[in-house]
């Protein structure tokens, strides 16, 4: 049998398909594998290239076989895509993944470790709990707008809101919905302990890492940003400049040029949509500040926020936040802010 030079792995929860060719294309093996079996067969094999689609499974399995000696390269699943001949099956996804990961042109994600996917799962934890405030919120102040009581927005209302719900001798608010609501703050209190909990785990992973320290200078990005950025970027070097970044991200017009005419459209929103939307967040944080208080710093972005819609302006933000982290994290150097000419 001839040696295998590229392997093509369609993952799954149980069962594998592999799809493997020698050096001059021919197919040398095509068949399916246990879970139990994947580490076995890839440790008798020689050293070869094995790629995989980025799913939810795919940074666990490159370590391992990275440990096995291979090289693991990742692509986005609608990379591959365009390679599937025919009907769609774990056979033809296999020979598919196997046949992109050996275009010179493909693209490929960096394989995280399991230090930065903990982190990201301290995030979107955090996330998805902030998500289900936001839900308990609106359900208690629509349950006591049926009943008049209504309170201003923000966290001042809110706790007008939660001394009603506690107090029993507001009449306004019958005992059997008292008892509905009661159990909905209860569920609010649990959640911001959860929260802050997740806050102080960021806090001390951001501590303890140099990059997250040095991103975190940035004028719109906090430590939760800077963690999120160090953990998702895992390989800088993966992006030929800071603007490949921004588009990955999300954060660059989308293109639609033909015939010579160039269209540009909103922005593309591709990438990394928690991580678009932390640098829109922190950017919409520094326009608001510099209402108040000027764009000394920034008078550029003074200029833009006067003949541009304050969103339109923290996209451009975030997208000039995006490029200075890659800088920084492909170099190594600390954030310089700008000096005025003259």
Not at 119 to 136: G, W
Not at 310 to 329: E, F, G, Y
């Amino acid at each position: 049998m001839s040696e295998i030079t590229t392997i093509g792995v369609d993952l799954a929860k149980s069962v594998f398909q592999v799809h493997g060719v020698d050096a001059a294309g021919e197919v040398v093996v095509r068949r399916q594998l246990r879970r139990a079996q994947v580490a076995g067969f890839f440790g008798r094999l020689a050293p070869c290239v094995v790629g995989m689609e980025a799913c939810a499974s795919s940074h666990h399995w490159a370590r391992v076989l990275q440990g096995l000696g291979h090289e693991v390269r990742l692509m986005p699943p609608h990379y591959v895509k365009p390679y599937v001949k025919r009907n769609k099956n774990d056979a033809a996804d296999a020979e598919a993944i196997c046949e992109a990961v050996g275009r010179p042109t493909m693209r490929f994600v960096a394989v995280k470790s399991a230090e930065q996917q903990s982190l990201l799962m301290v995030h979107r934890t955090r996330s998805l709990l902030i998500r289900q405030r936001t839900m308990l919120v609106n359900a208690l102040r629509g349950h006591l707008t049926e009943y008049g009581v209504v309170a201003a927005v923000g966290r001042r209302g809110l706790a007008t809101l939660l001394a009603v719900v506690a107090d029993d001798t507001d009449v306004r608010v019958p005992s059997l919905a008292r008892d509905c609501l009661a159990g909905l703050a209860a569920a609010l209190a649990t959640l911001a302990s959860q929260i802050a909990a997740a806050d102080r785990r960021i806090a001390v992973w951001h501590r303890g890492c140099a990059k997250s320290r040095r991103l975190a200078r940035l004028p719109s990005l906090g430590p939760v940003g800077a963690t999120a950025m160090v953990a998702t970027v895992s390989d800088p070097k993966m992006f030929g400049s800071g603007r490949e970044l921004a588009a990955w991200i999300g954060l660059v017009p989308r293109q639609s040029a033909t015939g010579g005419k160039q269209r540009l459209g909103r922005i593309s929103k591709q990438g990394d949509r928690y991580l678009r939307s932390l640098l829109v967040s922190g950017a919409m944080a520094v326009i608001r500040q510099g209402r108040r208080n000027g764009f000394a710093d920034m008078p550029w972005l003074g200029e833009l926020v006067a003949r541009k819609p304050a969103k339109v302006a923290a996209v451009a933000l975030a997208n000039k936040t995006a490029r200075a982290a890659w800088a920084m994290l492909s170099s190594g150097e600390d954030w310089r802010a700008p000096t005025a000419a003259g």
